[in-house]
Nanobody, 115 residues
């Protein structure tokens, strides 16, 4: 089992920045990819960014150049630095950890961007 705890969400004006964190615990050695997803009201959950254990990253087109995913292996923590935030970035952001067997999800953290 893997447990994920997100933190750092909040409210910010458009153009501002936030950094959200996801701390992993449990069988972390089984994780090969960590990711951030988001779900806005009335919309499907979508992939924002992911990072492989090798360090490779991938981003949704809507956040490229504005968001950066990173991981601190010593702290078992993944971060999402969000810059130049837009109102359309408003959503609940979920941390995801993938193993060969299944995915694990955090409880989510709310990010609200006001115009």
């Amino acid at each position: 089992q893997v447990q994920l705890v997100e933190s750092g969400g909040g409210q910010v004006h458009a153009g501002g920045s936030l950094r959200i964190s996801c701390a992993a615990s449990g069988n972390i050695f089984t994780i090969y990819t960590m990711a951030w997803y988001r779900q806005a009201p009335g919309k499907q959950r979508e992939l924002v960014a992911d990072i492989l254990s090798s360090g490779g990253t991938r981003y949704a087109d809507s956040v490229k150049g504005r968001f950066t995913i990173s991981r601190d292996n010593a702290k078992n923590t993944v971060y999402l630095q969000m810059n130049s935030l837009k109102p359309e970035d408003t959503a609940v952001y979920y941390c995801n950890a993938r193993t060969l067997v299944r995915s694990f999800w955090g409880q989510g953290t709310q990010v609200t961007v006001s115009a």
